[in-house]
């Protein structure tokens, strides 16, 4: 005879379900209700209060995890005797079944069953518990998300907030639920336009779910995506990616792969990414997001049109325009079965199919599909919302494409009307005020198109009032980007607007050829270059307010050190294919420590007013400053590269000249070739594209290279490249044509006739030089660095190390540190260190480089495109004890030498690839050289490509002996690799790879 039960322990266990559902420990819940119902059932306990209760839950489970075909077996089939039967418990558990089914169909997007579900879920909640309680507001909770389903936002608000004061009124606020109903608040005042309000919703959440909860709790989920949407309104896209990606992972450690909040979590990353111009990631995200979809519904359910959509967006930004559009026709057709609801997806594929059909040269499609979005816009957020402002600005963008400018320039000032909120002056020549509005994107796409419509008026009427609004246009919108720009945090934010700004800066300079305006043009160039570095200059220079704390500004360093040491590790654990566990661990203490840093910057900003205005007093130095500081026989060269143009301006201190040439078609390819033919010594190659590229970029402007009276005067010339000219060194260019049969001595290199060395800008060359002038280190002191990297053969860390060619013997450092040191003490210099093997570590460089004039590193450089974290320059790698030690303490990586504070008038990096990195538009190559740059150092020299370990270390004592010998740092540059040229090392491969940024 079977063992009679205890139902008392079988009660607490159900008890125990609701707190497994509190916190979102799902696969515990089933696993418990599963062992609970076989124990009733072994016991005859079957349709019992207990049976039916733990059947509620477990569907309950079902539901949260997206298993749909269980979760309608329990909570339909197995609870069909609730409606009939009379125990007690029914009435609750009832309510409970109505509850989670009414949920269930939520899911499933089944309208016409939520309907009724509700209808009989509130009456009976009204009847058991009233309109006061908790479990009242739980179904008003459920209530508002219906009514947002059918775009009854203002009901939706009612109901939340009808809630909202129940739980108030109990004072029982520290609440999960009450959370929940704070982030649907914030969703609902979206769509209401109140962005104040939407952010104070989620704020309050997260506050009081950090207190009550685990920061691993599937309420962050939400919290963090409306986090991170709110930092995407203000288009500070670095943020928006960190709060998606901190979703995303708590997503994935507690729900299973395909299940409903993991699909949303991907479709958001992906719609982040988007933006951020990460291409790859979003489509990966797209295409998974896509693949749960197809998986958990069926193929008519409106949330697969919603993965259409992310798959179409990320596939138009992709440039695979037809296959997006085809995509995006799809989900239309599956949103044509719900014409009222779902109106969220179908705007998002309108807006996406008209920009398919832009690209695609279909005006007629483009326009149709705009002017759909735009109505469903203003059914959705009423006509005053910067939703409307978008769409309408896209039907402009049609006429602008049809040259109807009168046309354009109306739905412009509709547009920037809802933004500014203020309508426009009747004269459209007068510049609107921007100094508050709605949402920053939209309003730079506004300026931006209205400033391209007067531009090609005038290309149209040439009148000169149409040029000179362009002008104005062009300058208001340049100045409202730098402030936007410093007012982000996030470099992601930084960097995505400086890819928008790109054809800004094109059409800014079509303006100023046509007016032949050089301090405009010269003022467009300089604000295309390396803007982060010049941000980061503008910081330090903020940091030197005395007003500001200095434990404040000691604690932001801290923290700021931690963060970049994390991301070090997470990249190196990614590199290693390690743990998602380990990685994501990692991840969370960096997202925490980012989020305190943050924080901390805001903190300090709002208590010094006047620092904030200082980080945010960005200015380029004008045309006549930079001519007024150049020398005799200085030459400053410039250049911007678009599709259709290139520009070269050029100034030395007696005239100038502002060229716009059309692009080569071959100009990428070329460039390209010209780097192989180096590393390959292919030269036939090299004669071929070297003297192509001189023909581009140097006999245009010869006039300005060449003393045409006396051969003899050498100018010394100052390259200021854009994009992939930064990969190239111009010494090595032809002046002339040659024959590949001729010796390289006799080759017309550039470097015969000219001192060549780099900058990222202009205005930071003047900073440079201000500076080192001022801050010129008197005494001549030298410390040098060799780690050699020669390891015992037996050593099974360093056979690892060797199987990288990275890692190699450089035998010849040694040497070359100990000549270079050598011919300093011949000099009697003030100080000089060597420091060999095992002593070229990060603690002695770090200890003992800070106060040195010159500093001469001669070692590996690793360069990592993929995980640019992981370049840098590789110190000794072992501890005394022979292990190998972590990452971050034998790597210097660029950003962490960009924290340290150098003196040094002169760094040589002796290392391979130094001066490459990842090449951002607008921004130029982030590199190890960049670090030391932002470290204070006034002239580097470092390399391009690979370079030879014996040919590389004569190079650089040639270059000492120049500089010692009283020469300018380009003067013995030059003159070591003119003695390269006559010594039997005449192919570039042994010389060109060195160049050099200074002052």
Same mark, same amino acid.
């Given at each position: 005879?079977?063992?009679?039960?205890?139902?008392?322990?079988?009660?607490?266990?159900?008890?125990?379900?609701?707190?497994?559902?509190?916190?979102?420990?799902?696969?515990?819940?089933?696993?418990?209700?599963?062992?609970?119902?076989?124990?009733?059932?072994?016991?005859?306990?079957?349709?019992?209060?207990?049976?039916?209760?733990?059947?509620?839950?477990?569907?309950?489970?079902?539901?949260?995890?997206?298993?749909?075909?269980?979760?309608?077996?329990?909570?339909?089939?197995?609870?069909?005797?609730?409606?009939?039967?009379?125990?007690?418990?029914?009435?609750?558990?009832?309510?409970?079944?109505?509850?989670?089914?009414?949920?269930?169909?939520?899911?499933?997007?089944?309208?016409?069953?939520?309907?009724?579900?509700?209808?009989?879920?509130?009456?009976?909640?009204?009847?058991?518990?009233?309109?006061?309680?908790?479990?009242?507001?739980?179904?008003?909770?459920?209530?508002?998300?219906?009514?947002?389903?059918?775009?009854?936002?203002?009901?939706?608000?009612?109901?939340?907030?009808?809630?909202?004061?129940?739980?108030?009124?109990?004072?029982?606020?520290?609440?999960?639920?009450?959370?929940?109903?704070?982030?649907?608040?914030?969703?609902?005042?979206?769509?209401?336009?109140?962005?104040?309000?939407?952010?104070?919703?989620?704020?309050?959440?997260?506050?009081?779910?950090?207190?009550?909860?685990?920061?691993?709790?599937?309420?962050? =989920?939400?919290?963090?995506?409306?986090?991170?949407?709110?930092?995407?309104?203000?288009?500070?896209?670095?943020?928006?990616?960190q709060y998606g990606q901190k979703a995303l992972q708590i997503c994935l450690r507690t729900f299973e792969m395909f299940s409903t909040e993991t699909l949303r979590s991907y479709r958001n990353l992906s719609d982040i990414y988007i933006p951020l111009g990460k291409v790859k990631e979003a489509l990966e995200t797209a295409e998974k997001a896509l693949t749960i979809a197809e998986h958990v519904f069926p193929p008519n359910h409106p949330s697969l049109a919603g993965a259409y959509q992310t798959l179409g967006a990320a596939l138009y930004q992709s440039r695979a325009y037809e296959q997006a559009k085809v995509i995006l026709l799809k989900g239309l057709e599956i949103l044509k079965e719900h014409p009222k609801l779902y109106l969220s997806s179908n705007r998002q594929i309108h807006h996406f199919l008209s920009h398919c059909c832009y690209r695609l040269n279909d005006l007629d499609g483009h326009l149709e599909h705009a002017k759909q979005y735009n109505k469903i816009n203003v059914l959705l957020y009423g006509e005053q919302n910067e939703a409307v402002a978008n769409s309408s600005l896209m039907i402009g963008q049609n006429y602008l494409l049809r040259e109807k400018y009168d046309e354009f320039l109306k739905y412009c000032n509709i547009s920037l009307g809802i933004v500014l909120n203020k309508p426009l002056s009747e004269n459209r020549y007068q510049l609107p005020d921007i100094s508050n509005y709605k949402n920053p994107f939209t309003l730079r796409t506004c300026l931006k198109y209205r400033?391209?419509?007067?531009?090609?008026?005038?290309?149209?009427?040439?009148?000169?009032?149409?040029?000179?609004?362009?002008?104005?246009?062009?300058?208001?919108?340049?100045?409202?980007?730098?402030?936007?720009?410093?007012?982000?945090?996030?470099?992601?934010?930084?960097?995505?607007?400086?890819?928008?700004?790109?054809?800004?800066?094109?059409?800014?300079?079509?303006?100023?050829?046509?007016?032949?305006?050089?301090?405009?043009?010269?003022?467009?160039?300089?604000?295309?270059?390396?803007?982060?570095?010049?941000?980061?200059?503008?910081?330090?220079?903020?940091?030197?307010?005395?007003?500001?704390?200095?434990?404040?500004?000691?604690?932001?360093?801290?923290?700021?050190?931690?963060?970049?040491?994390?991301?070090?590790?997470?990249?190196?654990?990614?590199?290693?294919?390690?743990?998602?566990?380990?990685?994501?661990?990692?991840?969370?203490?960096?997202?925490? =420590?980012?989020?305190?840093?943050?924080?901390?910057?805001?903190?300090?900003?709002?208590?010094?007013?006047?620092?904030?205005?200082?980080?945010?007093?960005?200015?380029?130095?004008?045309?006549?400053?930079?001519?007024?500081?150049?020398?005799?026989?200085?030459?400053?060269?410039?250049?911007?590269?678009?599709?259709?143009?290139?520009?070269?301006?050029?100034?030395?201190?007696?005239?100038?000249?502002?060229?716009?040439?059309?692009?080569?078609?071959?100009?990428?390819?070329?460039?390209?070739?010209?780097?192989?033919?180096?590393?390959?010594?292919?030269?036939?190659?090299?004669?071929?594209?070297?003297?192509?590229?001189?023909?581009?970029?140097?006999?245009?402007?010869?006039?300005?290279?060449?003393?045409?009276?006396?051969?003899?005067?050498?100018?010394?010339?100052?390259?200021?490249?854009?994009?992939?000219?930064?990969?190239?060194?111009?010494?090595?260019?032809?002046?002339?044509?040659?024959?590949?049969?001729?010796?390289?001595?006799?080759?017309?290199?550039?470097?015969?006739?000219?001192?060549?060395?780099?900058?990222?800008?202009?205005?930071?060359?003047?900073?440079?030089?201000?500076?080192?002038?001022?801050?010129?280190?008197?005494?001549?002191?030298?410390?040098?660095?060799?780690?050699?990297?020669?390891?015992?053969?037996?050593?099974?860390?360093?056979?690892?190390?060797?199987?990288?060619?990275?890692?190699?013997?450089?035998?010849?450092?040694?040497?070359?540190?100990?000549?270079?040191?050598?011919?300093?003490?011949?000099?009697?210099?003030?100080?000089?260190?060597?420091?060999?093997?095992?002593?070229?570590?990060?603690?002695?460089?770090?200890?003992?480089? =800070?106060?040195?004039?010159?500093?001469?590193?001669?070692?590996?450089?690793?360069?990592?495109?993929?995980?640019?974290?992981?370049?840098?320059?590789?110190?000794?790698?072992?501890?005394?004890?022979?292990?190998?030690?972590?990452?971050?303490?034998?790597?210097?990586?660029?950003?962490?030498?960009?924290?340290?504070?150098?003196?040094?008038?002169?760094?040589?990096?002796?290392?391979?690839?130094?001066?490459?990195?990842?090449?951002?538009?607008?921004?130029?190559?982030?590199? =190890?050289?960049?670090?030391?740059?932002?470290?204070?150092?006034?002239?580097?020299?470092?390399?391009?490509?690979?370079?030879?370990?014996?040919?590389?270390?004569?190079?650089?004592?040639?270059?000492?002996?120049?500089?010692?010998?009283?020469?300018?740092?380009?003067?013995?540059?030059?003159?070591?690799?003119?003695?390269?040229?006559?010594?039997?090392?005449?192919?570039?491969?042994?010389?060109?790879?060195?160049?050099?940024?200074?002052?």
């Amino acid at each position: 005879m079977q063992k009679p039960i205890d139902i008392t322990k079988i009660e607490g266990s159900i008890n125990q379900l609701s707190d497994l559902h509190t916190a979102a420990k799902y696969q515990e819940l089933i696993a418990q209700a599963k062992a609970i119902i076989s124990l009733l059932v072994d016991n005859n306990k079957e349709q019992t209060a207990a049976y039916l209760e733990t059947c509620i839950w477990l569907g309950a489970g079902y539901t949260m995890l997206s298993k749909f075909k269980e979760a309608e077996t329990y909570l339909f089939e197995h609870t069909k005797s609730l409606s009939s039967t009379s125990n007690e418990y029914e009435p609750s558990i009832l309510q409970s079944c109505l509850y989670w089914q009414t949920k269930y169909y939520q899911v499933i997007a089944n309208v016409p069953a939520i309907n009724s579900k509700l209808e009989e879920l509130t009456e009976l909640s009204t009847k058991l518990y009233g309109k006061n309680s908790i479990k009242y507001a739980a179904v008003l909770l459920l209530k508002a998300q219906f009514q947002t389903l059918k775009n009854e936002h203002q009901a939706a608000l009612e109901s939340l907030s009808y809630a909202k004061r129940i739980y108030t009124k109990q004072n029982i606020q520290k609440d999960l639920t009450y959370c929940e109903l704070l982030v649907k608040s914030a969703l609902t005042y979206t769509y209401l336009s109140d962005k104040k309000s939407s952010a104070e919703q989620v704020e309050t959440a997260y506050q009081i779910a950090s207190r009550i909860t685990h920061p691993e709790h599937p309420i962050f =989920i939400d919290i963090y995506i409306w986090k991170g949407f709110e930092y995407g309104l203000k288009s500070d896209t670095g943020k928006y990616l960190q709060y998606g990606q901190k979703a995303l992972q708590i997503c994935l450690r507690t729900f299973e792969m395909f299940s409903t909040e993991t699909l949303r979590s991907y479709r958001n990353l992906s719609d982040i990414y988007i933006p951020l111009g990460k291409v790859k990631e979003a489509l990966e995200t797209a295409e998974k997001a896509l693949t749960i979809a197809e998986h958990v519904f069926p193929p008519n359910h409106p949330s697969l049109a919603g993965a259409y959509q992310t798959l179409g967006a990320a596939l138009y930004q992709s440039r695979a325009y037809e296959q997006a559009k085809v995509i995006l026709l799809k989900g239309l057709e599956i949103l044509k079965e719900h014409p009222k609801l779902y109106l969220s997806s179908n705007r998002q594929i309108h807006h996406f199919l008209s920009h398919c059909c832009y690209r695609l040269n279909d005006l007629d499609g483009h326009l149709e599909h705009a002017k759909q979005y735009n109505k469903i816009n203003v059914l959705l957020y009423g006509e005053q919302n910067e939703a409307v402002a978008n769409s309408s600005l896209m039907i402009g963008q049609n006429y602008l494409l049809r040259e109807k400018y009168d046309e354009f320039l109306k739905y412009c000032n509709i547009s920037l009307g809802i933004v500014l909120n203020k309508p426009l002056s009747e004269n459209r020549y007068q510049l609107p005020d921007i100094s508050n509005y709605k949402n920053p994107f939209t309003l730079r796409t506004c300026l931006k198109y209205r400033a391209f419509a007067f531009y090609n008026l005038f290309k149209q009427n040439k009148q000169t009032k149409d040029i000179q609004a362009a002008k104005a246009g062009f300058q208001q919108l340049l100045d409202h980007l730098d402030k936007e720009r410093l007012s982000y945090q996030s470099e992601q934010s930084k960097l995505f607007l400086s890819r928008f700004s790109e054809g800004i800066f094109e059409y800014s300079l079509m303006t100023a050829y046509e007016m032949q305006d050089l301090s405009f043009a010269f003022n467009v160039f300089e604000r295309s270059k390396a803007v982060l570095l010049l941000d980061d200059f503008t910081q330090k220079d903020a940091n030197t307010d005395d007003t500001v704390s200095i434990d404040l500004l000691k604690e932001e360093v801290i923290l700021d050190k931690q963060y970049q040491q994390l991301k070090l590790k997470i990249a190196q654990l990614k590199s290693q294919n390690s743990e998602l566990v380990e990685i994501g661990k990692t991840q969370n203490k960096a997202f925490n =420590i980012k989020i305190q840093l943050d924080e901390l910057r805001l903190k300090i900003e709002k208590e010094h007013p006047e620092y904030a205005a200082k980080k945010r007093a960005l200015s380029v130095v004008s045309f006549e400053e930079a001519k007024r500081k150049l020398q005799e026989n200085q030459v400053l060269v410039s250049y911007f590269i678009s599709t259709t143009y290139y520009y070269i301006l050029v100034i030395d201190e007696y005239e100038e000249s502002f060229l716009q040439l059309e692009t080569p078609a071959e100009l990428t390819t070329c460039l390209t070739d010209f780097s192989a033919s180096i590393n390959q010594h292919d030269k036939n190659s090299f004669t071929q594209n070297s003297r192509q590229l001189a023909k581009w970029l140097l006999d245009p402007i010869a006039d300005f290279l060449f003393d045409p009276f006396d051969d003899t005067i050498h100018k010394d010339l100052i390259f200021l490249p854009y994009g992939e000219l930064n990969y190239i060194p111009f010494e090595s260019l032809l002046l002339e044509d040659e024959h590949s049969s001729n010796d390289y001595q006799d080759y017309s290199f550039l470097i015969k006739s000219c001192e060549v060395q780099y900058h990222y800008s202009a205005t930071l060359w003047l900073k440079t030089l201000t500076k080192s002038n001022k801050q010129r280190i008197e005494n001549e002191s030298f410390v040098g660095f060799a780690p050699l990297y020669q390891f015992e053969e037996e050593d099974e860390q360093q056979s690892e190390l060797e199987s990288s060619p990275n890692w190699r013997p450089l035998p010849h450092s040694t040497k070359e540190i100990h000549n270079v040191a050598a011919m300093f003490e011949e000099q009697k210099r003030s100080s000089t260190q060597i420091f060999l093997e095992a002593q070229a570590n990060k603690p002695n460089f770090l200890k003992n480089a =800070i106060d040195k004039k010159y500093i001469l590193i001669a070692a590996h450089g690793v360069v990592n495109d993929k995980l640019p974290e992981l370049s840098g320059l590789v110190f000794y790698p072992k501890d005394a004890q022979g292990n190998l030690l972590p990452l971050d303490e034998h790597l210097l990586s660029m950003r962490e030498a960009a924290q340290i504070e150098l003196s040094a008038d002169l760094v040589v990096l002796s290392s391979c690839e130094s001066g490459i990195g990842e090449l951002s538009k607008g921004n130029g190559l982030l590199s =190890i050289n960049r670090g030391f740059i932002q470290a204070g150092v006034s002239n580097i020299v470092f390399t391009l490509f690979k370079v030879y370990d014996e040919p590389s270390s004569q190079l650089i004592q040639n270059f000492f002996h120049f500089v010692l010998d009283g020469h300018s740092y380009t003067a013995a540059l030059r003159k070591a690799k003119l003695d390269f040229l006559k010594g039997g090392m005449a192919d570039p491969k042994m010389w060109c790879s060195y160049v050099l940024i200074g002052v």
